[in-house]
């Protein structure tokens, strides 16, 4: 797995030049490739991108194959995180253990950066063709992205975020409901893509898509749970971002409607859950995933 | 040209729903879908989306195999217009008459709403393989749309828009050419892929579309040269969007670096030049082409 995440790292620091042969960029551009370096490459735990190299060697793909795929979807994923920390949405200054991109940037320039990360994942996925991937399968895999970041996906998810907070609700199972469909859109739906687009490029069959894409939902809702968990239990230092601030702001989150352990056995319970979506493929070949979902459930940041 | 204007609306009417099979939107969904469609639908002069159905025809296409291309570039000129307007840009309150997105939705749901509208351009697209268009022509469309939205365009030209008032020049001609460059990424570039995107589309040959994209070039460009004229000129009744801005904020334009007479003859250069790109195209099809560029180059608002 540490091989992988170097081979992703490389792959994302060739994507964004800061210069073109030597002659540096048009000034205006290049400050807008220096933000989108500084949200996309350093720190990260590149779970979306690993998942999706996964997912393609599952099915019996190349690496290779589904790199462009796998930095597409971090792309996506980092011109998410630069927009939730605006002012004008969450208000965050600090993200792994640094300034947030608007700070060191401002606004102006932290919008463009996640726009031109947003399009440039397409790009990449869409050069797959280069790497002898079908048009079927790369314009397949287009779609899943674009599934995942509109109002399908990580738009709907950050809007009921932010509706969350002036929502009213009846009872806990309403709550609960509202927090699940939100955390999928936020976050389950792009690690699904992750996983998808991965076993697309890999050339995986239909029944193997689905099961893949099962685990994932389940591997990115825990992934949001945990994350709910450590924001409540974890100081500022320990995460390398803003604790605490669910509460303060009054969101919607797994601990204040169950419970910090009930939320904790909840992602005990999605990490089964995932396992089992796993059955049937190969046992040896499947362990990088069960790790993946392990490593998610005990993190600590 | 009426009629493409009145399929036009109709078709981006019916790409945004407000519920799904009599069942309204979750309501944070729906929230975004209304802004999307506030700025999407109402006035606009449809230039990009006419212009990609022209040039599909112009080739031998169907309108309609162009039709769901056309749309999704108007989806992206709408979704930098709510961009372009919000505080932490050009900071505006006045758009075709109406209060700007970001004024009656908040900044937030602006955001979301402009890259919603993005994302569903390249699902717009993508579906065109539904009309009978081969894969290998929708992926070249999409490809054509990421480069007009990323660094290679509305980014650039957006980035170069901001950092132009901060910056000083030698003399009038590094004033111009670095006007013309931001402007080529700024507007002519999305122009020129309204028209390879409807070429392509229509089964254009590449010496067809590379013609038709030497046209919208120079379309795009007379167009902001025009925009920039009408804000000196005329008063923000006559606009439906604040005029004057330019001045005040000391932003680079056209009129300010030659005079307004010198920009208006510049754009009647441009109209020739676009015209002459249109010689060998049958003499007949080329006429709402022509007509087009002479609208822009009249245009009142």
Redesign the interface.
């Known amino acids: 797995m540490k091989n992988k995440a170097k081979s992703i790292n490389k792959a994302l620091d060739n994507s964004i030049p800061l210069c073109n042969n030597f002659v540096p960029l048009?000034?205006?551009?290049l400050?807008?490739?220096k933000a989108m370096r500084y949200t996309l490459l350093p720190g990260g735990k590149r779970v979306r991108p690993m998942l999706c190299l996964v997912a393609c060697e599952l099915v019996g793909g190349q690496e290779s194959t589904a790199m462009p795929a796998a930095c597409a979807v971090e792309m996506i994923h980092a011109a998410s995180l630069i927009?939730d920390d605006?002012p004008?949405?969450d208000d965050d200054s600090l993200r792994r253990g640094k300034p947030t991109n608007h700070k060191v940037f401002?606004?102006?320039?932290s919008?463009?950066a996640s726009?031109?990360l947003?399009?440039?994942a397409?790009?990449q996925t869409?050069a797959s063709?280069s790497l002898g991937v079908?048009?079927?399968r790369?314009?397949r895999a287009?779609?899943e992205m674009?599934?995942a970041?509109?109002?399908e996906g990580?738009?709907?998810g950050?809007?009921?975020d932010?509706?969350g907070e002036r929502m009213s609700f009846k009872n806990e199972d309403d709550e609960l409901r509202y927090l699940e469909?939100?955390h999928v859109h936020k976050t389950a739906v792009l690690v699904e893509a992750a996983a998808v687009v991965g076993a697309i490029m890999g050339g995986g069959s239909d029944e193997e898509i689905e099961r893949l894409k099962s685990y994932a939902r389940c591997v990115g809702l825990m992934f949001q749970v945990m994350d709910d968990v450590l924001d409540e239990t974890k100081s500022s230092e320990e995460l390398g971002k803003t604790a605490g601030k669910d509460l303060i702001t009054g969101k919607l989150t797994y601990p204040k409607v169950m419970g910090v352990d009930n939320a904790r056995e909840y992602a005990k319970r999605l990490n089964r859950e995932a396992q089992e979506h796993l059955q049937g493929f190969d046992s040896d070949k499947v362990v990088p995933l069960l790790s993946l979902a392990d490593y998610i459930v005990k993190r600590q940041n």
Not at 106 to 109: F, M
């Open positions: 048009w000034e205006p551009v400050e807008v490739h927009l605006l004008c949405m401002g606004e102006k320039t919008i463009l726009n031109a947003r399009s440039l397409v790009k869409l063709t079908t048009s079927e790369v314009l287009v779609q674009a599934r970041v509109g109002t990580l738009v709907a950050q809007a009921a932010l509706a469909l939100m």
